[in-house]
């Protein structure tokens, strides 16, 4: 998805677009190699990864904005002064009540749900090795900018609906 934006945004080529993704991240990625052999994997684990995370964000933004589970998380946001475009600028998002909404959303895209474990965007039952939402019910902050190039970090806020806080 990710490759396919840049392609339509810079209309460039898909393996031209994985080069410059690359490059942003500092993966080397050898255009005439992969030009020669079209089975090479083009995309290493960083770059799903990001991919991944990039992804997630989309699908809590849209769980937080269009969503009836979103809406009192919304509601929370705005009463504490969040506007929809510092929302929408931001990538705010929310994470829904369940263990397998991120889960099943990667799986469903064909991600490896080994990777996305790895990325941080799952937890593992040892006792199982089954694999569930790190994040649940939770307001989504994506922090975008750290040390490397294309860094991603979700900072979570638990938030409690007013109905449980009045109980």
């Not at 937080?64 to 705010?92: C, M, N, P, S």
């Not at 941080?120 to 019910?137: A, H, I, M, P, V």
Request: hydrophobic share 35%; with cysteine; aromatic share 14%.
């Amino acid at each position: 998805m990710f490759f396919q934006f840049t392609q339509e945004i810079k209309d460039i080529s898909f393996v031209e677009a994985v080069k410059e993704l690359g490059d942003r991240v500092n993966v080397a990625v050898d255009i005439e190699a992969t030009q020669s052999n079209s089975n090479v994997q083009i995309a290493s684990d960083d770059l799903q990864m990001i991919e991944m995370h990039e992804l997630i964000q989309e699908f809590y933004y849209y769980a937080l904005t269009k969503t009836v589970e979103g809406e009192q998380a919304l509601t929370y946001l705005q009463e504490r002064g969040f506007t929809d475009a510092l929302i929408k600028e931001r990538g705010i998002g929310f994470a829904p009540d369940s263990s397998h909404f991120c889960h099943d959303f990667l799986q469903k895209k064909g991600y490896d749900i080994e990777l996305a474990y790895e990325a941080g965007l799952l937890s593992r039952n040892e006792e199982n090795f089954s694999y569930y939402d790190r994040f649940r019910n939770r307001i989504m902050f994506p922090l975008k900018k750290c040390a490397r190039k294309n860094c991603w970090i979700f900072r979570s806020n638990i938030y409690r609906s007013r109905t449980k806080i009045l109980k």
